[in-house]
């Protein structure tokens, strides 16, 4: 879950306990957590994706299709990215190298 307004993302169990803390330059939006464990935060008000590894060491910018408000993230089976941007009113498409695909959903 990220912790908005405390720059950081909370990896919990499946009990409910924090297994870590990632402390991130930016306010985190949506998380979402791949099936290999790499940890995927939209910046909020950056509108790019970074990835984290299931550590919660830093990999880098993931994505970076420039939305005002990266919300909430979801994988399809594909492994295509699904980004909310409220702000916009649309949801952008990224596919598992990161590259940005545009515009899913608009007019939301």
Not at 42 to 50: L, M, N, R
Not at 84 to 90: E, I, P, T, V
């Amino acid at each position: 879950m990220s912790e908005y307004e405390g720059h950081a993302v909370v990896v919990l169990s499946p009990s409910g306990e924090i297994v870590r803390t990632i402390s991130t330059p930016f306010m985190p939006g949506g998380v979402e957590v791949a099936p290999d464990g790499t940890i995927y935060v939209g910046d909020y008000y950056g509108g790019a994706v970074y990835r984290y590894s299931a550590e919660g060491m830093p990999l880098g910018l993931f994505s970076a299709p420039g939305l005002s408000r990266a919300d909430f993230l979801e994988f399809d089976a594909a492994g295509n990215l699904y980004v909310s941007d409220f702000m916009d009113g649309l949801i952008r498409r990224i596919d598992p190298t990161g590259l940005d695909l545009g515009n899913f959903v608009s007019g939301l």
